[in-house]
């Protein structure tokens, strides 16, 4: 399934309630589409964010985001790129 990337840019920066909010919002419309959601990034300075998802394309994650009512700024499908040895995910 392939990768796709989630940006944000956030001013003010992003508050705790406000990223819980938008996760709650977004965890059954991601479900609902079989998107699943491996990592996200939070800057230091909580102005940016990245989250990682497989999903089907990224019209499915633009799809599932609108249904949530969640802004983002952009959507683009990535390839996983790794140094080393691959690694087992973790928990």
């Not at 956030?10 to 079989?34: H, I, N, V």
């Not at 633009?62 to 969640?70: L, T």
Request: aromatic fraction near 12%; glycine fraction near 4%; proline fraction near 10%.
């Amino acid at each position: 399934m392939p990768y796709l990337v989630v940006e944000y840019h956030f001013d003010p920066p992003l508050t705790d309630q406000a990223l819980r909010s938008a996760f709650d919002a977004l965890k059954p419309c991601l479900e609902m589409r079989g998107i699943r959601r491996l990592r996200s990034w939070l800057a230091d300075d909580r102005r940016s964010m990245i989250c990682e998802y497989q999903a089907a394309d990224a019209q499915t994650v633009r799809e599932a985001y609108h249904s949530a009512n969640v802004g983002f700024a952009k959507v683009w499908p990535a390839q996983l790129f790794e140094f080393g040895p691959p690694q087992a995910p973790g928990p």
